[in-house]
């Protein structure tokens, strides 16, 4: 198509992902007659500054509940708040009716903390450094 330029770029702007969000969502919603996509944060803020230290970040959309983002400063895991984390944000995605999860995780992460979870591996593909793996994990809800 004459005139049209493409640009690449190491950063994501609100200009770059709103049009792309709400062009993708409305193409869905007039495909599906669903409308239900929404994000989801569950964080966890430090008691002393009120800042954001760690948490969950994902989406629900077409009845399915995706993980995007996890992170918990080294001082706050195996103390059971990752786990309290992963309740909730499963738990809010049953309430906005997903029957669902997806998420990737890489074998230097978390695959284990996952499966203790419920969750079941569906898919493998190697990736670098040499050795390690992404995994694709699933969850009925």
């Not at 509940?65 to 049953?94: M, T």
């Not at 499966?115 to 995994?135: A, Q």
Request: aromatic share 12%; hydrophobic share 40%; with cysteine.
């Amino acid at each position: 198509m004459s005139g049209f330029k493409l640009e690449i770029s190491d950063y994501i702007s609100e200009e770059h992902s709103l049009p792309i969000e709400a062009g993708l969502s409305e193409f869905n919603a007039a495909v599906s007659g669903l409308n239900d996509r929404m994000p989801l944060a569950v964080v966890v803020r430090d008691p002393k500054s009120g800042n954001v230290v760690g948490g969950m970040l994902g989406r629900s959309s077409l009845g399915v509940l995706f993980i995007d983002l996890f992170y918990l400063p080294p001082a706050l895991r195996a103390h059971g708040l990752g786990s309290e984390i992963l309740r909730a944000f499963e738990e809010e995605g049953r309430k906005r009716g997903c029957v669902a999860a997806f998420l990737y995780t890489i074998s230097f992460q978390a695959p284990d903390f996952y499966r203790k979870h419920g969750w079941e591996e569906f898919g493998k593909i190697d990736c670098l450094p040499e050795g390690t793996s992404r995994y694709f994990m699933k969850k009925a809800l």
